[in-house]
């Protein structure tokens, strides 16, 4: 079963808002990984995290690997309409080849 | 370039029936994961190989079996199928490289594996 604990489940939020999601593990990861998954696709990595305590945006997103290595978090400024869809925490340890463990989800909904 | 592909898109099966899922890795790519995602959760690690030998296995039966061929391509094959194995199974590809312990997946759509 899942080892991560994201949170939250779901977000209903109006355009314009920031969104904050995070995951945490009982466990420690070596790379940490945020993905955006729409219907009909698989998912889409949007950012990877190398470092304990590294920072790292693109473009209105924002994530964190936690100092623990058993956190992250990901962070979306102004939400826009297309912001929709559900988002992944993904865990990767070393010498595990491409083993990813994911998060449960946080389903993002935006109000025009 | 064409991204990852996998076929079917969707299918239909019976409990007890035998199911064969196929996914071509975006090209370049040595590297397939298969992953399984259940309606309303994060996709579960189930098998990774590259260059045609297995190089990790998740927590299921022997029921879900994998090869990859020459080309790359590979295909995961599941027996005697039990309703619990409907989901949504996604495959990834990857490519080597030095430097980062990890290798960017890419995933491709998916085949929706309904069991009735």
């Known amino acids: 079963g899942q080892q991560l604990n994201q949170s939250p489940q779901s977000m209903f939020i109006q355009e314009g808002e920031d969104v904050s999601m995070n995951c945490t593990s009982s466990?420690?990861?070596?790379?940490w990984l945020w993905y955006k998954q729409e219907p009909g696709e698989g998912p889409v990595l949007l950012i990877a995290?190398?470092?304990?305590?590294e920072l790292t945006s693109n473009g209105r997103l924002t994530a964190q690997f936690g100092i623990t290595r058993k956190d992250s978090f990901l962070n979306i400024s102004a939400s826009i309409p297309s912001d929709v869809g559900i988002y992944f925490c993904?865990?990767?340890?070393?010498?595990?080849?491409?083993?990813?463990?994911f998060g449960g989800g946080t389903r993002l909904m935006v109000k025009p | 370039d064409a991204g990852v592909t996998q076929s079917p898109t969707h299918l239909i099966k019976t409990r007890g029936q035998h199911v064969t899922l196929r996914c071509s890795p975006i090209?370049?790519?040595?590297?397939v994961s298969w992953y399984q995602q259940v309606l309303g959760q994060g996709p579960q690690f189930i098998f990774q190989?590259?260059?045609?030998?297995?190089?990790g296995r998740g927590n299921f039966p022997d029921r879900f079996s994998a090869r990859q061929f020459p080309n790359y391509s590979s295909e995961l094959n599941v027996n005697a199928l039990l309703l619990g194995d409907s989901a949504l199974y996604l495959c990834?590809?990857?490519?080597?490289?030095?430097?980062?312990?990890?290798?960017?997946?890419?995933f491709g759509p998916g085949t929706r594996l309904t069991v009735l």
């Open positions: 990834a590809s990857s490519s080597p490289s030095g430097g980062y312990s990890y290798n960017e997946q890419f």
């Open positions: 466990s420690i990861f070596n790379t």
């Open positions: 995290l190398y470092k304990a305590g």
């Open positions: 993904a865990g990767q340890r070393n010498n595990a080849g491409n083993m990813l463990t």
């Open positions: 090209s370049g790519h040595k590297s």
């Open positions: 190989y590259y260059e045609k030998e297995e190089r």
